[in-house]
């Protein structure tokens, strides 16, 4: 079975995690078919706007733990050499997100931690399920983001917001991530589905040229120092994977206790 589900419906292009078991968690192989199909949404001039969201009753939980977990096993070098590559392969599909001529929304149910609320930060517009759950959650494993959420997420909620948000790694719930405008809407759940399809179609009729260019004015106000933050964000969190916080946090949530970081 596919992890990721790609279709094509009108000028829409669906891109949909296919990993409920696991709450959409993500691994290598997951990562590298998001890459792929971003980019395939990026070339396909019949797409008009993109949907990203989860199979199952989950957005995204974030990595995958138990990729972590054998990774622990490892010696810190090559702990850290492993993690590097694994964030590494994450920055195509976050280049391709950012550069996307075209807009692109996720649409968010369940969870939405770590890597996950990555995602929902790289998309354009974002819709939440009133009892959606939001996380940046690296802090309990003893390392810092990936996934450009310290490009991203200080831009968005203030540089004191986002040190709160990952420093404590405390969940918040969808009314507080749209107070934050981490969200665009939040609705029912039962009225997510055709609240997104709403939206995807409304962008998907718009004007494509005017979208285009539009995002990349918005986009430029990140700056330019995007793709070397990418480079910063994997090497700080490889070099938190070498360590024995990063051991200890990821023993901790799969035996599904406090961690106890060193001193």
């Known amino acids: 079975m596919s992890k990721v589900i ?5 000028g829409v292009f669906e891109i ?14 997951t990562i590298a078919a998001l890459a792929a199909a971003a980019a395939d949404a990026a070339e396909d001039r019949n797409a008009r ?3 990203l969201r989860g199979a199952g009753t989950h957005f995204c939980a974030g990595g995958d733990i138990t990729m972590f ?6 010696a810190p070098d090559d702990r850290r ?8 392969a994450l920055h195509p599909l976050l280049v391709a997100l950012r ?5 692109v929304v996720a649409v968010v149910q369940g969870a939405a931690a770590g890597f996950g609320l990555s995602l929902v930060l790289a998309a354009d517009l974002a819709l939440a399920a009133a009892d959606a759950v939001f996380a940046c959650g690296y802090i309990h494993l003893g390392t810092s983001p990936d996934g450009a959420m310290t490009a991203i997420l200080p831009a968005v ?37 055709a609240e997104a399809e709403a939206l995807v179609e409304r962008l998907a009729a718009g004007p494509a040229d005017a979208y285009a260019r539009t995002k990349a004015l918005i986009q430029t106000s990140l700056g330019d120092a995007f793709e070397a933050q990418l480079r910063r964000e994997a090497e700080n969190f490889a070099a938190c994977a070498a360590t024995d916080d990063f051991a200890e946090g990821v023993r901790a949530f799969l035996e599904k206790r406090r ?5």
Do not use: W
């Open 259 to 263: 961690p106890s970081f060193s001193r």
């Open 16 to 29: 949909r995690l296919n990993r409920p078991e696991l709450l959409n968690a993500v691994d290598r192989e």
């Open 49 to 51: 706007v993109v949907l």
């Open 6 to 10: 790609v279709e094509r419906r009108g």
């Open 157 to 193: 909620v203030g540089l004191k917001r986002a040190a709160e948000l990952i420093l404590l790694g405390e969940r918040f719930d969808a009314a507080r991530a749209l107070a934050l405008g981490i969200v665009n809407r939040v609705v029912a759940p039962d009225a997510l589905t």
């Open 99 to 103: 550069h996307m001529p075209k807009p």
């Open 81 to 88: 050499r492993e993690l590097y590559q694994t964030v590494d």
């Open 69 to 74: 977990g054998e990774l622990i096993r490892l």
